[in-house]
């Protein structure tokens, strides 16, 4: 049997090869987001969207906590909010109102992803929001947006002003809420989730220091935010070089979100 094969073996009758990959690297990334602690309970959530032109994605269950979840307990939904495959838990509500909202105007969005974590909510509470302090927070700051926060997300009008604070970034801090990246691919948007919680961390630990943060010239902060620009090359980087080995530890750990 080639491999090929033997990947088609594992695929659902009911659901084509693409749909299937995108959920197995979806329960990949709720499994990594627990094994790096970033998880919040059975809250905050993970979305991918549905190869195809109807604008279905992916989610979790709401219940399940995220080391639980695996690539066929992954609920499909669409732009309404309408499930549109079985299963015995909903959806999150607040999570539905973020995630349709961003995949419902961007096209390049294949994945976004949300936490709560203590340094990430930290740093979106501050008035100065992330600094470039250092080279893992240039990696961001040259493409993050900020969106004030207006309560638990329950209410749909506020999607319209979601989109237009997001506009084309893949990072975003919302004010005293959490992280939020977007990938054209789970795992561009993994990548930069790490990156982006790495550096509010650095923020964190750099502010408990005192005021003695080491000063960045403004002209080697644009020098990255130049180089840096070709998003091509960061999805490269991340599908090629970054997300195989973490499905390679995941594997070691725990194969079974690919169930």
Same mark, same amino acid.
């Given at each position: 049997? @080639?491999?090929?094969?033997?990947?088609?073996?594992?695929?659902?009758?009911?659901?084509?090869?693409?749909?299937?990959?995108?959920?197995?690297?979806?329960?990949?990334?709720?499994?990594?987001?627990?094994?790096?602690?970033?998880?919040?309970?059975?809250?905050?959530?993970?979305?991918?969207?549905?190869?195809?032109?109807?604008?279905?994605?992916?989610?979790?269950?709401?219940?399940?906590?995220?080391?639980?979840?695996?690539?066929?307990?992954?609920?499909?939904?669409?732009?309404?909010?309408?499930?549109?495959?079985?299963?015995?838990?909903?959806?999150?509500?607040?999570?539905?109102?973020?995630?349709?909202?961003?995949?419902?105007?961007?096209?390049?969005?294949?994945?976004?992803?949300?936490?709560?974590?203590?340094?990430?909510?930290?740093?979106?509470?501050?008035?100065?929001?992330?600094?470039?302090?250092?080279?893992?927070?240039?990696?961001?700051?040259?493409?993050?947006?900020?969106?004030?926060?207006?309560?638990?997300?329950?209410?749909?009008?506020?999607?319209?002003?979601?989109?237009?604070?997001?506009?084309?970034?893949?990072?975003?801090?919302?004010?005293?809420?959490?992280?939020?990246?977007?990938?054209?691919?789970?795992? @561009?948007?993994?990548?930069?989730?790490?990156?982006?919680?790495?550096?509010?961390?650095?923020?964190?630990?750099?502010?408990?220091?005192?005021?003695?943060?080491?000063?960045?010239?403004?002209?080697?902060?644009?020098?990255?935010?130049?180089?840096?620009?070709?998003?091509?090359?960061?999805?490269?980087?991340?599908?090629?070089?970054?997300?195989?080995?973490?499905?390679?530890?995941?594997?070691?750990?725990?194969? @079974?979100?690919?169930?």
């Amino acid at each position: 049997m @080639s491999p090929a094969e033997a990947r088609l073996k594992d695929v659902p009758a009911t659901m084509s090869e693409a749909e299937w990959s995108q959920r197995v690297n979806l329960a990949a990334a709720y499994r990594l987001v627990a094994y790096y602690g970033w998880d919040d309970l059975v809250d905050t959530h993970i979305s991918a969207r549905v190869p195809g032109p109807e604008h279905h994605f992916l989610i979790n269950p709401y219940g399940l906590m995220f080391d639980e979840i695996t690539a066929s307990s992954l609920v499909k939904v669409d732009l309404d909010g309408n499930q549109l495959t079985e299963s015995e838990y909903s959806i999150n509500p607040a999570g539905f109102t973020i995630h349709s909202a961003i995949h419902e105007v961007r096209e390049d969005a294949g994945c976004v992803l949300h936490l709560h974590t203590p340094d990430g909510t930290a740093v979106a509470s501050c008035v100065e929001g992330l600094l470039p302090l250092n080279q893992t927070a240039q990696l961001v700051t040259h493409d993050l947006a900020y969106h004030d926060y207006e309560g638990i997300a329950l209410d749909h009008d506020e999607r319209p002003r979601l989109q237009r604070d997001l506009g084309d970034k893949n990072h975003m801090l919302l004010r005293n809420h959490g992280t939020l990246t977007v990938g054209r691919s789970v795992a @561009s948007a993994f990548e930069r989730m790490f990156h982006l919680e790495r550096a509010c961390t650095m923020q964190v630990r750099t502010r408990m220091l005192g005021p003695t943060a080491y000063p960045v010239d403004p002209a080697v902060v644009e020098k990255n935010a130049r180089l840096l620009q070709n998003r091509d090359r960061a999805e490269l980087r991340a599908t090629t070089l970054v997300w195989p080995p973490l499905l390679r530890k995941l594997d070691r750990l725990d194969p @079974s979100y690919k169930t």
